[in-house]
């Protein structure tokens, strides 16, 4: 088989004194590359070559003209503050859902059972040792001054509005906001928030919603029975130690405390459930880095949540208690 010379190209001959060579107009062409012998039976192979009038051209590419990049094209808002624009949506979107009843009611009664009873016992432990500590102070200094009989009354007005909505609350963000924050920063990380939505289920209806709606319910109730324990060992630990009877403890607390300070124990608990419940969640859900990220959201929920309640109980009590009181006047008989 005899190989046949290629075809020059119509470029090679030509001269470059040519004002066209810039702009040569070439042809496909058909090479063949060999030529059929008489014995053989396969067709002839032919290639087509063409070049474009790009590849050809010898001028330089025209430089683009410079685009104008946006003015915060690379700015990356801090965590911290992305993190709590997330949680103010997310608590706008509990509230739109709550009060519209989009509310998956399984998942509401799970999670304040767990909220709730499952969180009686570490908050009656540790309203029964504040109270006992505080009746411990009160006692010395009052009784050295001659007012052991509005010590009741005291410790009264500072369980109802200060030490049980906070005790109760700082217990519930150790164990209940560390769960939350925990449990949805582990579902972000693994995506399975994206397959609730293949499912059709929103994961603020589902996961969110049932957990603010639980803990404002749930901690109400704690701090009530905080309040009533607490009384309950400071009247004891008095009795038992320093001499003073139940019944002058329980009879000044009487006559200090007015419904108002219930009612006012209530709100601050409500306002502490809502913001452990939405920082948590709002914690979690923006989770990032795998388990790493998960325990550093965790821990700083928790610490979020804890400025939160303090910062909270100040604005409320500021609220609430405006001017000079005279509890204590009725406390003392």
Known sequence: ?????????????????????????????????????????????????????DITNNSPPLDPSPVAAPLFSHWTPPRPLWRGLSALVLAGQVASRALSGRVHRRNTLQQLERVGPRSTGVCLLTATFVGMAFTIQFVREFTRLGLHRSVGGVLALALSRELSPVVTSVVAAGRIGSAFAAELGTMQVSEQTDTLRVLGAHPVDYLVTPRVIACCLALPVLTLLCFCVGLASSAFLADAVFGISINIILDSARRA?????????????????????????????????????????????????????????????????????????????
Not at 15 to 22: A, E, Q, T, V, W
Not at 26 to 50: E, H
């Open 257 to 333: 405390l007015r419904p108002w300070d219930i009612i006012s124990a209530m709100i601050k608990s409500q306002v502490f459930g809502a913001t452990i419940a939405v920082v948590s969640c709002a914690w979690g859900v923006t989770t990032h880095g795998g388990a790493k990220g998960v325990g550093e959201s965790t821990t700083s929920a928790v610490v979020i949540s804890l400025v939160g309640i303090f910062i909270a109980d100040f604005a409320l009590s500021y609220l609430f208690f405006q001017g000079a009181g005279d509890s204590l006047k009725y406390a003392m008989g």
């Open 1 to 53: 088989m005899d190989s046949v010379p290629l075809r020059p190209f119509p470029f090679a001959a030509a001269s470059f004194s040519s004002p066209n060579y810039l702009t040569p107009r070439l042809a496909a062409r058909r090479i063949p590359l060999r030529r059929r012998s008489s014995s053989s039976s396969f067709p002839r192979t032919a290639v087509r070559l063409s070049l474009s009038e």
